[in-house]
């Protein structure tokens, strides 16, 4: 993989360095947990609650709708 850690910050923000294919990668296995994984055992296996991996899906999905094609 070529994308890194690239810095924190003080907010408790990370910074990624990502591919575009890491991109989709990433975005794509965040839709495949949601569709995947039963409501009721979400938080148990994945650490989140659906919702917010929802709103991560949706930013993901708008900043891969706004890069420039390959």
Known sequence: MHGELAQ???SG???LHLTH???????G???????????W???TRLGVDKANARALRTELGDLIARLPPE
């Open 8 to 10: 924190h910050d003080r």
């Open 13 to 15: 923000q990370i910074v």
């Open 21 to 27: 294919a890491e991109l989709l990668l990433l975005a």
């Open 29 to 39: 296995s965040v839709n495949e947990a949601i569709e995947a994984v039963e409501d």
């Open 41 to 43: 055992e979400f938080s």
